[in-house]
């Protein structure tokens, strides 16, 4: 039905534009598109007609297959619901091009120039290895239709894939190559994809994921693919988008997760993403969510990784290596919120340079922060470092570690309960600080009470010391099941606010121990060495 609508409609517009003749593939006499008695001209479906010129419509609604070009043809425009294969010979066509509805088109050994091409109603579009499609103007795929290039080229000015409805219209790159003078635009009201595998190549100034609200545009990159775009690219424009790298390379200048529509990026399948320069913010604004999940392969960031800026952030690690070369906020500003999860049977490697925030101040110095929190499992072949670990620094932090099977926690100290309120608990697996463990500090931003609390099962855990309930105002609580704590220079149970230690099930703890008058002191079922 919406085949014959287009029909209709382009029919409508040659008749009202000029005095062009309608001209039907039939197919009668062998495949050439010069022999008469291969078209009609409708109504008059019987008499053979001359096959359409420069101002005529050549039509292929009614009958398909193979049609070659013995040599370069021109007609006003081309609409395509059947299954159709032009062998070019060498030869160019140009067209005003739809495929739409049923319509399958496979182009071999030539060119389609065109001003506006339009896929549209599940129509298909495929380009062979030989065969070129040079644009003038704008290409759009919608409503569910498909561009497949295979090994073939792609010249446009612009490219809009996806527009008007929710099926999604895909732009499909097997080892072939598209190069547009203008941003792609994926997701324009309606679903755009893009997939480039095969060393497939992509040539944009830029890409834009969900143009307007009711938009969402996704691309994926492949085995083999790469693509490098130049400028701040927006996953997550006004609609949503994503991009996955799931064995690819992908490199980005700079990056925006989830700025007014929600945003992904994933990593998988040994993937490479490399961002150039910036800090890197996920769910930027209130009501907006952006997420990065690195599952295996790759992902190096130049600056700081700002999990919820003004919205809501998340980040998985399952496998791989995460590289920040500033700090992981998790959390930001009091309308965000960010989330850590840890599924790591596979080898897992991330590594901060600067310091790891849950329940972060972000970039702002004073006032509250957002809630952040750290959830999931540890395996053994996982390590994750920085230089500081500070739970709760402007908002609740909250650290699970819920199965920590012998992999390590390496940091030069850790704080719990900073400015807000900080928990920590670990079953299992080694956490290593060179310098101090402040349970329960109450930096004098706080604005009330600040509470640290600390529950280790069977844990290892080794510092240069050991303060709970350091500043007035605070208290620090630390409960251990099992496990040890090797601590170099001492141990401080209540400085200015209040601490308690309790040991049962065999846990051991090594230090020079000071005890204020202020703490409570709980030993039980232990020594204290």
């Known amino acids: 039905m919406r085949g014959s609508i287009v029909h209709l409609i382009v029919l409508l517009c040659v008749a009202s534009t000029t005095e062009a003749a309608i001209k039907q593939w039939v197919g009668g006499t062998g495949t050439s598109f010069a022999t008469p008695d291969n078209w009609v001209a409708p109504p008059d479906t019987e008499d053979p007609t001359p096959p359409p010129g420069p101002g005529d419509f050549a039509d292929f609604t009614a009958f398909g297959g193979l049609v070659t070009f013995p040599a370069n043809v021109t007609n006003a425009q081309t609409l395509v619901t059947q299954t159709v294969e032009f062998q070019l010979l060498t030869n160019t066509y140009s067209t005003e091009l739809t495929v739409a509805g049923s319509g399958?088109?496979?182009v071999r050994n030539g060119t389609i120039i065109t001003n506006n091409p339009i896929l549209a109603s599940s129509g298909k579009l495929s380009l062979e290895a030989d065969a070129m499609l040079s644009v003038l103007n704008q290409l759009l795929i919608k409503d569910g239709a498909r561009l497949i290039v295979i090994g073939g080229t792609v010249d446009s000015v612009n490219v809009t894939v996806g527009m008007d409805t929710t099926v999604t219209a895909r732009l499909v790159l097997n080892g072939g190559t598209?190069?547009?003078?203008?941003?792609l635009i994926l997701g324009d009201g309606g679903r755009g994809a893009v997939s480039m595998s095969n060393g497939a190549t992509l040539n944009?100034?830029?890409?834009?994921?969900?143009?307007?609200t009711t938009g969402r545009g996704d691309l994926t990159i492949g085995n083999a693919a790469s693509l490098t775009l130049l400028g701040t690219t927006v996953i997550g424009e006004q609609g949503s988008g994503s991009i996955e790298v799931d064995g690819g390379a992908l490199t980005l200048q700079s990056v925006e997760i989830g700025k007014f529509g929600s945003g992904s990026l994933s990593i998988d399948e040994s993937g490479t993403v490399i961002i150039q320069s910036g800090d890197v913010k996920l769910g930027l604004n209130p009501g907006v969510s952006g997420s990065i999940s690195v599952r295996s392969g790759m992902l190096t960031l130049p600056g700081s990784l700002f999990v919820g800026l003004d919205g809501?952030?998340?980040l998985r690690t399952d496998g791989g290596t995460l590289t920040v070369n500033g700090d992981l906020h998790l959390g930001s500003s009091a309308s965000s919120s960010g989330n850590w999860d840890l599924d790591t049977n596979e080898t897992t490697v991330v590594s901060v340079t600067n310091n790891i925030i849950v329940g972060s101040r972000g970039i702002f110095l004073s006032g509250s922060g957002?809630?952040?929190e750290i959830h999931g499992e540890i395996g053994a072949e996982t390590?994750?470092?920085a230089n500081a670990f500070i739970i709760g620094d402007g908002a609740l932090g909250l650290v699970f570690f819920d199965e920590f099977e012998e992999g390590t926690l390496d940091f030069n100290s850790t704080t719990i309960g900073n400015i807000d309120n900080g928990v920590m608990n670990i079953n299992g697996g080694s956490w290593d600080n060179s310098g101090a463990v402040i349970i329960g500090r109450g930096d004098i931003l706080a604005s009330g009470p600040v509470e640290g609390s600390v529950s280790l099962f069977n844990?290892?855990?080794s510092s240069s010391s050991l303060a709970l309930g350091e500043l007035m105002d605070s208290s620090g609580e630390l409960e251990m099941s099992g496990g040890s704590w090797q601590i170099a220079a001492g141990l401080v149970i209540g400085n200015g606010g209040t601490g308690s230690v309790s040991l049962s099930d065999g846990a051991t703890m090594t230090s020079v121990?000071?005890?204020s008058a202020a703490s409570d002191r709980v030993l039980e079922q232990t020594q204290l060495l």
């Open 104 to 106: 399958d088109l496979t």
């Open 178 to 183: 598209l190069n547009s003078t203008n941003p």
């Open 204 to 212: 944009v100034p830029s890409i834009v994921f969900g143009a307007t």
């Open 312 to 314: 809501t952030g998340r």
């Open 370 to 372: 957002g809630s952040g």
């Open 383 to 385: 390590t994750i470092s």
């Open 459 to 461: 844990t290892a855990v």
């Open 513 to 515: 121990i000071k005890i």
